[in-house]
């Protein structure tokens, strides 16, 4: 006997009862990008492995853990996608879509890091963001926030909280990373074995930790505000002034920092109590040097990306699980005609936006109506010879208690529209 075959472990299948909520995400997630002026790219699954160790950094957990890397017959290294700005910085870069061009993108799609599997969390995952090529100021800083406000709104979400920072610019996140790491060094006995890796590596991501031990350690850390130039801290200043402007709540969170090489200046995550410990909903900030180090011309740039499994767990929790009602016409023909005579009445339906199944295969009427009302529909259409002898329809209400109706065939269409959901 064969083995029998489950996913790989961290990749899940997403069935059709989860699909309603899934659609319903993706159609705001849409809506809104369109709303801002964002028009979709999409890059490949599968790019060349240099191009996320040189964008993300080598010395990150992504790349140096959690990245699915091979190397194909052509003897070239490959990498799934973990994330999709360097890709989309790619794209740009080798389509010349950034000359004297100021560009705004969406994309949606699966993501792949080796992490170890949690609600949450998972191998394979899929994400939505956005990105903004061309613009220095903070007014687009503040449009990213916007944009994620109005997604929960949408969405109909609450409880998330914005924290913002800013990182300086590399030159001031160096002199910030010499500092924290030489109190880092004073105090080597109370870091963990994680944190002692990562203090000569990328000594930033120690604040991020979420041991309580070492957050406690980090609150008496050097603050990285006090190491950012005048004109960066200008930019800072205006950002949060334009959210104040906006009604946008917001907390100032100095110990925040992106997992990612590439950040400068603006961050910010949108974070909530209700998922545990993966509490993170939608995060992102500034790159302004990422599309030059891939080899283009200097061009200021900023996104944001989330989760969408951990969006839906977030909708779940809070029971915004409302999507597109689903509520199919079934057509049943009862004639006994080996061709049947109710592809003409479905048709119909389908051309005037409905959805319809048809009852294919025989069966007692008993038994096909169980099936119809297993399928969560609202109506069942039936055509037996007497019906078909006077081009009438029978209406069977399936949600409610009410006697069946009779029609003419050529009113039904009209009937369906006024009536159904």
């Not at 049943?332 to 409905?354: K, N, Y």
Request: net charge neutral; hydrophobic share 35%; glycine share 8%.
């Amino acid at each position: 006997m064969s083995e029998r075959i489950q996913a790989v472990r961290g990749m899940n299948d997403l069935l059709p009862e989860k699909m309603v909520l899934w659609h319903r995400l993706e159609s705001v997630l849409r809506t809104v990008a369109w709303q801002y002026g964002y028009q979709e790219i999409r890059t490949p699954l599968l790019e060349k492995t240099a191009l996320f160790t040189q964008s993300i950094g080598d010395q990150t957990d992504i790349v140096d853990k959690e990245m699915y890397t091979f190397t194909d017959s052509g003897e070239e290294c490959l990498s799934l996608r973990p994330e999709a700005t360097a890709s989309t910085v790619r794209a740009c870069i080798q389509h010349g879509l950034l000359h004297n061009q100021q560009q705004r993108f969406w994309y949606m799609g699966p993501m792949f890091r080796r992490e170890r599997p949690q609600k949450g969390r998972y191998r394979q995952f899929h994400q939505f963001g956005i990105e903004a090529f061309g613009w220095p100021g903070p007014d687009i800083d503040a449009e990213m926030i916007r944009a994620g406000e109005r997604i929960w709104k949408e969405l109909e979400i609450d409880g998330i909280q914005l924290e913002i920072n800013t990182l300086g610019s590399s030159r001031s996140r160096l002199a910030y990373r010499d500092s924290l790491r030489q109190f880092l060094r004073q105090n080597l006995d109370q870091l963990d074995e994680d944190n002692l890796r990562r203090l000569d590596r990328n000594p930033l991501r120690i604040l991020d930790s979420k041991n309580p031990d070492i957050q406690e350690l980090v609150s008496n850390a050097p603050d990285i505000l006090d190491f950012i130039q005048m004109d960066e801290r200008k930019h800072f200043e205006r950002f949060c002034e334009s959210l104040e402007q906006s009604s946008i709540s917001f907390r100032i969170n100095t110990r925040l920092v992106r997992g990612l090489d590439y950040y400068t200046s603006t961050v910010f995550e949108w974070t909530t109590k209700q998922l545990g410990a993966q509490n993170t909903v939608c995060a992102g900030g500034r790159y302004d040097s990422l599309v030059e180090k891939r080899g283009g011309k200097p061009v200021p740039a900023i996104g944001f990306a989330m989760g969408m499994e951990r969006l839906a767990e977030l909708a779940i929790a809070q029971g915004k699980t409302r999507g597109q009602p689903n509520h199919p016409i079934h057509v049943i023909d009862i004639t006994g005609a080996e061709v049947s005579s109710i592809v003409g009445i479905s048709e119909a339906l389908r051309d005037a936006g409905m959805t319809v199944v048809d009852h294919c295969g025989g069966g007692k009427l008993k038994t096909r109506l169980k099936r119809a009302d297993r399928s969560g529909a609202e109506i069942c259409i039936i055509v037996g010879e007497t019906e078909r002898e006077k081009e009438m329809v029978q209406v069977k209400f399936m949600r409610k208690s009410a006697g069946p109706l009779e029609l003419p065939s050529s009113d039904l269409v009209q009937w369906c529209k006024t009536n159904l959901r």
